[in-house]
């Protein structure tokens, strides 16, 4: 198995045990983390490679994905990337969540207070992702993109980790 595909399978999917099959579930988490990851649009052949599925599969995954907004396709080159309903589902999370609504709140107000990049991050398995970011004005940062997971150990910047 490739790096890639043991690496979706420890975020987001369990991995078969000898020749059993994975379940339908499985691969779309495993579609899913493998665009989240890839932060671009991406082939569905392509896709395929990435999480160890048949094209066919891939592809029937895909189109039911389309067909519920959650991709679209982007270009005419056969790229899909995420659709209009995983904003909404994002913007659902983050109006309907009183604890993520506040903690916004405090990253602005941190920002504004002390005119220093500031990020909010959270645990996913043992490395630590960034949920959201304020940036600062000023020339330099220490930050990294949202959504790009890294090590724990690899920051020496303060960081509200919840």
Known sequence: MSDSATDLIEAGGAAPQGGERRRGIDRVIMLLEALLRHRAPVRVGDLAKMIGA???TTYEIVNSLLEAEMLENVGTEGYVYFGRAMHLFGWAYSHHNAHYRRILETLDRMA????????MCGLRGNKYVVLDCRDSPGPFRISSDVGVEVPIPWTASGRLLV
């Open 112 to 119: 504004a207070e002390t005119g220093e990049t500031v990020q």
């Open 54 to 56: 048949p094209r066919s």
